[in-house]
């Protein structure tokens, strides 16, 4: 092994990767806290020791060189990995202390974040959870960053290399204006049911929004053209007779409340989503989050307090 001494510390990485993503010194010093000479004096100073340059600049514009970009790159991962010694090192004192961030979907944060935050704290008193609210792509280029532990999300196809633990099987609902013909509890309801309906579902960037119109589209329902930023204005679109949607039965009792609505459940097997918790593979708090993910699965709400509450 060399051991002669590094020609550069992580904080000038932090500054370099600062710069490359900020294209300004400026900007990256008031990112990093600290005065824009110090931070330029550092970058100029392991240029210098590595025989490198990172940056083109001059008094308009900071543009990466070609070699700069490699470097980024790897600084980047050199900086996970020491996040990630960190963390080795707060395990060995206490795997269930400390911080940790965890990313949440929309469509499942206000729905089961209050109903498990109790069985949460009252097992790891240690434990501070952070939670980040985005969708599955944002929280996922997040955690793979470094910036999250991890993300609780609809396990599907395009995760990547991660880590998974399944907390819950959440089926899916249909909800259909009181008076609709499908509201009938005599009615037996399929998927095949959605046959040429108007079926409203949310943004194209929200997984559920994916998972519902692959179900749609097996079906041979019409997606609606209009598409929601959130579950509440769906069912509100529903409830004045736009058409009928959806809903994961996770979010029923926050959602479905008027009683202009009839919630029924499909009958046979019920398509669904499967809520999971996902980390990096060389996260070194593994065994942790696959904690964390137990009492997830114990606090999940149960069938009866995310069932719906007309109809059947």
């Not at 046959?195 to 579902?201: A, Q, S, Y």
């Not at 998972?211 to 204005?233: I, N, W, Y």
């Not at 809903?247 to 398509?271: I, K, M, N, S, Y």
Request: charged share 20%; with cysteine.
């Amino acid at each position: 092994m060399n051991d002669a001494p590094f020609p550069f510390t992580l904080r000038q990485l932090q500054y370099v990767v600062a710069v490359a993503e900020d294209l300004s010194f400026r900007r990256a010093a008031e990112r990093c806290r600290v005065s824009q000479p110090a931070l330029s004096a550092q970058i100029a100073q392991m240029e210098a020791l590595l025989g490198v340059k990172v940056f083109e600049r001059n008094r308009r514009r900071v543009m990466v060189t070609p070699v700069g970009q490699a470097f980024v790159e790897q600084a980047r991962r050199v900086l996970l990995a020491a996040r990630d010694l960190a963390a080795f090192a707060r395990e060995s004192a206490d795997p269930h202390a400390g911080v940790f961030r965890i990313g949440v979907i929309p469509t499942v944060a206000r729905y089961l974040l209050p109903a498990v935050t109790p069985a949460l704290r009252r097992t790891f008193p240690k434990l501070r959870l952070q939670w980040v609210e985005e969708k599955t792509g944002e929280l996922l280029a997040r955690m793979q960053a470094g910036e999250l532990d991890g993300a609780l999300v609809a396990l599907e196809a395009g995760l990547g290399e991660v880590e998974r633990f399944l907390i819950a099987r959440d089926p899916f609902v249909l909800v259909v204006p009181a008076g609709h013909e499908l509201a009938d509890p005599s009615v037996r309801v399929t998927p095949q049911d959605l046959d040429g309906r108007d079926v409203l579902i949310l943004q194209d960037e929200h997984c559920l929004a994916r998972q519902t119109a692959t179900l749609c589209a097996g079906s041979g329902a019409q997606v609606d053209a209009f598409r929601a930023t959130s579950l509440t204005t769906i069912v509100q679109m529903v409830a004045s007779g736009a058409g009928v949607t959806l809903l994961p039965a996770l979010a029923v009792p926050a959602e479905v409340t008027d009683a202009a609505l009839t919630v029924r459940r499909f009958a046979g097997a019920a398509p669904g989503r499967d809520l999971g918790l996902v980390w990096r593979k060389t996260h070194p708090l593994g065994e942790t989050l696959r904690s964390i993910g137990m009492v997830l699965r114990e606090a999940y709400p149960s069938e009866g307090d995310a069932s719906p509450r007309h109809g059947s």
